[in-house]
């Protein structure tokens, strides 16, 4: 007796393998090894490496000056004493305070 509403059992399907680059020094010489497979063969070749004694590479710090530029700090208003704001005009400030007669001040960096 069959029954149509059953779906067949598919047989196990095989789990995708991933792609891994491993860099390392071996002997002072940097060498970099790609592959596929399964993470238990990442970990036999990472093993196996280690053995033989290869070793990480060496990472460099990265000095603040190299990553993001440095930020200036905002110029003092002459008259204010006060700091300037940033202008929508990249690199440009200006003074958000008034003068004695209600007016802007004119002050611009």
Do not use: W
């Amino acid at each position: 007796m069959t029954n149509s509403n059953v779906t067949p059992i598919e047989p196990k399907q095989p789990a995708p393998s991933c792609r891994f680059a491993i860099t390392v020094l071996l002997s002072g010489l940097p060498v970099t090894i790609e592959g596929e497979g399964r993470a238990v063969d990442l970990k036999l070749i990472i093993d196996r490496l280690k053995t033989i004694g290869a070793e990480p590479p060496v990472v460099q710090p990265s000095t603040p000056s190299q990553t993001e530029p440095t930020k200036k700090a905002a110029p003092v208003c002459p008259d204010h004493g006060a700091p300037m704001k940033a202008s929508r005009k990249p690199g440009t400030y200006f003074c958000p305070r008034r003068t004695d007669d209600g007016e802007f001040c004119p002050n611009k960096a």
